[in-house]
């Protein structure tokens, strides 16, 4: 009996994901397209085309209008997410603009979320979550102004231009809530969100606007989309490297 007979007839979690992740790449790539109608060279072409645009699309700002914005969020997640010899900070992969296009979608609009008061801003317990006006960019705005007046009557200095140690000094204060945030938020809420944001820029796929180059990915080993290589490794009992893949590769 064949293999591919043997994977039919006893059809287990490890032989699905060895036949299912081989098809699945295939058909994502094109490759079986391209090679009927001989186009395979025009496909290879048209992917490396979009990747290219996506890249593109990633680095452009869709929330923030003024560019001294995003070197104030890019400041700070860099503390939170800082470069070490590990490997480049938040900085470095671009986690600032993840953010901003969180900031401009769903998430940073509360998209269908429950948002009618009353809003119980004293007296919340934390298991009724979300406890301010404010949508999730407002607190984001309002955040990036608190850092920066807290840089000028602490430093006379703009946020982004301030020493590591005098960026982290104000962050803890605002992360301790030792600084009122403008507006129905606590400044520890606009910390936390900041975080949140920061490690998902760090890890998200590329396409999405941070984890430049996969790099958050190589990091930690981590495959990325690279769905179809895992047919030839799922049978080994030692841990196999996978050069990563976006999913960038895979649109089309």
Request: glycine residues 8%; hydrophobic residues 35%.
């Amino acid at each position: 009996m064949s293999e591919k007979d043997k994977a039919v007839s006893n059809p287990s979690r490890r032989n699905f994901v060895k036949t299912g992740a081989a098809l699945a790449g295939t058909a994502i790539v094109g490759g079986i397209v391209g090679n009927l109608i001989g186009g395979k060279q025009v496909v290879e072409k048209e992917t490396e085309k979009v990747v290219e645009q996506s890249v593109q699309y990633t680095s452009a700002m869709m929330f923030f209008t003024d560019p001294n914005d995003l070197k104030v969020i890019e400041a700070a997640a860099e503390r939170i997410y800082p470069e070490t010899e590990e490997g480049p900070g938040a900085k470095a992969l671009g986690v600032a603009y993840y953010i901003d296009h969180q900031l401009a979608g769903a998430w940073g609009n509360n998209v269908k979320e429950y948002h009618v008061g009353p809003f119980y801003e004293t007296e919340a317990v934390p298991e009724q979550g979300y406890q301010t006006r404010m949508k999730r960019n407002e607190v984001f705005v309002s955040g990036i102004e608190l850092l920066r007046n807290e840089a000028q009557s602490r430093y006379q200095k703009k946020f982004d231009e301030l020493a590591k140690e005098e960026q982290i000094a104000i962050l803890q204060d605002v992360e301790a809530d030792k600084v009122k945030l403008h507006g129905t938020a606590p400044a520890s809420y606009f910390f936390r969100l900041l975080k949140q944001a920061t490690i998902e820029g760090v890890y998200a796929d590329p396409m999405y606007g941070g984890n430049k180059d996969m790099q958050g990915w190589k990091m930690k080993k981590y495959p990325g989309a690279n769905t179809s290589q895992y047919a030839k490794v799922v049978d080994q009992d030692k841990f196999v490297e996978i050069q990563p893949e976006s999913l960038n590769k895979h649109m089309m």
